[in-house]
């Protein structure tokens, strides 16, 4: 079987690996059809580690993914407690919480200290022929719907659950910095729930504009000035009333915090390269800012299904690579090629 390994810091090898052994009870062995990119991803395949989870052997990337079912385990309820039955192509929740502790009792699973996460060191992704997978964690999609789509139904769910944590109001003002994949769909859905303005920020040119075509009223490209002093001019000086922070976490955490009007709530979706979370005290304790971090996703698949027709998702897509070229696609990611929003390799 192929499978793409993170054997170090940007050294990925594609490699023939052993066959998948059949699926145990509770889950089922999907074949993966495409996996996506993610921004998170880039953290281990660059520095080889995220945060304080570092790779000291091979490990498959991969935790975006849909895939179809070719062999089912004993007792294969889906995430909707239905069977689960072969040919059917299904979108996978990366994240596996244990669903018994007193953090999944509340409802919080995203929280579960006791998950395991698929493409996070130690467990494997989806960057592999065959994979098996715990059936709750499957959601079988609608007819017509491309393995593509069921895919990018994870970072819609990742920008479905900041929208939930931001609050966003009718008429309310927005500003996502970073417009990648979840902060264009954060921009599209912050206009969905009825914001008056939303503003895009990125570094780069051709992503600010696509924030324009994915719903926003005005972006800005950092690398043409004060991003900050264009918002307070844009707002005669009032600021953002909710503000999503989906970059790197880094010099953007206060820029995100000056942009914020007084009381208003800041999302952090974004992961620091150094795991450091840096942010000027007096500003976010005189505007009396929220801030409120965002970790993955709980309880948005369905709703992402149902938005994902309506978001057009398949056009975040620019670059497309098999699996045998994954070295060339997370490079290509990591570089931020010109043109690129979202990569999706074909398994």
């Known amino acids: 079987m192929l499978a793409a390994k993170l054997h170090a810091a940007e050294d990925i090898r594609v490699e023939m690996t052993s066959e998948t052994p059949p699926p145990p009870p509770h889950h089922v062995q999907i074949k993966v059809e495409t996996v996506g990119v993610c921004g998170s991803d880039l953290h281990t395949y660059k520095d080889g580690r995220i945060g304080d989870t570092k790779v000291s052997s091979p490990v498959i990337l991969g935790h975006e993914f849909s895939g179809v079912v070719t062999q089912i385990g004993e007792e294969t309820l889906d995430a909707h407690g239905d069977p689960l039955k072969e040919g059917q192509l299904v979108a996978v929740d990366p994240a596996v919480p244990c669903w018994r502790c007193e953090v999944c009792e509340r409802g919080d699973p995203n929280l579960c200290p006791n998950h395991y996460f698929y493409g996070l060191f130690p467990e494997d992704g989806a960057l592999q022929e065959f994979m098996n997978v715990a059936a709750r964690s499957c959601f079988p999609v609608p007819d017509g719907m491309t393995s593509t789509v069921a895919t990018l139904l994870e970072p819609l769910g990742v920008a479905i659950h900041a929208l939930d944590l931001g609050k966003v109001k009718l008429a309310d003002t927005v500003a996502v910095i970073g417009c990648g994949p979840i902060g264009l769909k954060t921009i599209k859905l912050a206009k969905l729930a009825g914001a008056h303005r939303v503003f895009g920020f990125d570094l780069h040119d051709w992503r ?57 709530r800041v999302v952090l979706v974004g992961i620091p390269e150094n795991d450091q979370l840096s942010l000027q005290h007096s500003t976010a304790r005189r505007k009396g800012l929220s801030l409120i971090l965002a970790r993955r996703m709980k309880h948005t698949y369905p709703r992402a299904i149902k938005l994902a027709e309506r978001l057009e998702l398949e056009g975040l897509v620019t670059h497309t690579f098999p699996l045998a070229e994954t070295p060339a696609a997370y490079a290509a990611t990591a570089s931020y090629k010109q043109g690129l929003i979202k990569t999706i390799i074909e398994v």
């Not at 970059?247 to 009007?261: L, Y």
Request: proline letters at 2%.
């Open 208 to 264: 600010a504009k696509s924030a324009l075509e994915w719903g926003a009223d005005e972006a800005f490209c950092l690398a043409d000035g004060d991003p900050v002093a264009f918002l307070n001019k844009a707002t005669g000086g009032a600021g953002a009333d909710v503000v999503f922070e989906v970059a790197w976490a880094d010099q953007s955490v206060q820029q995100a915090a000056d942009m914020a009007a007084l009381g208003a």
